[in-house]
């Protein structure tokens, strides 16, 4: 079942990073809450839009070979929780808390939540 659902994960984090890439501006403009960070930085974009792919790349890798790449899985999990996290603590210091996270559950603590819970479970050697 975790092999499944990291392999579905993989391909929203995947198509993310990939926007994030290749149409920042895009990106910035339809994904709800974003224009409310500040002003459009297309390094920063591309720089986030890269960690989406290997956090992709390392779920691909886990619903692939699960003993083998549950470091890498280890790793997507540590980037999205923090993500997450820097989402809670701008949540809370806004205006709007309750709307802020739920805008963002789907796309930020879903997958952070999913992530963590593939990770702690680790599979048998």
Request: include cysteine; charge should be positive; glycine fraction near 10%.
């Amino acid at each position: 079942m975790g092999r499944i659902v990291s392999a579905v994960l993989a391909l929203p984090m995947g198509v993310n990073g990939l926007a994030m890439l290749f149409a920042g501006l895009w990106w910035y403009g339809v994904v709800p809450g974003v224009t409310a960070t500040g002003p459009f930085n297309p390094h920063f974009v591309r720089d986030i839009g890269a960690a989406y792919l290997v956090t992709a790349a390392a779920l691909g890798a886990f619903a692939w070979r699960p003993r083998e790449a549950w470091p890498a899985l280890c790793g997507a999990s540590a980037f999205l929780t923090l993500h997450a996290g820097v989402h809670v603590f701008d949540a809370a210091c806004g205006t709007k808390p309750l709307a802020a996270v739920t805008r963002d559950f789907a796309g930020v603590y879903l997958p952070a939540l999913i992530t963590l819970v593939l990770a702690l479970r680790r599979p048998a050697a």
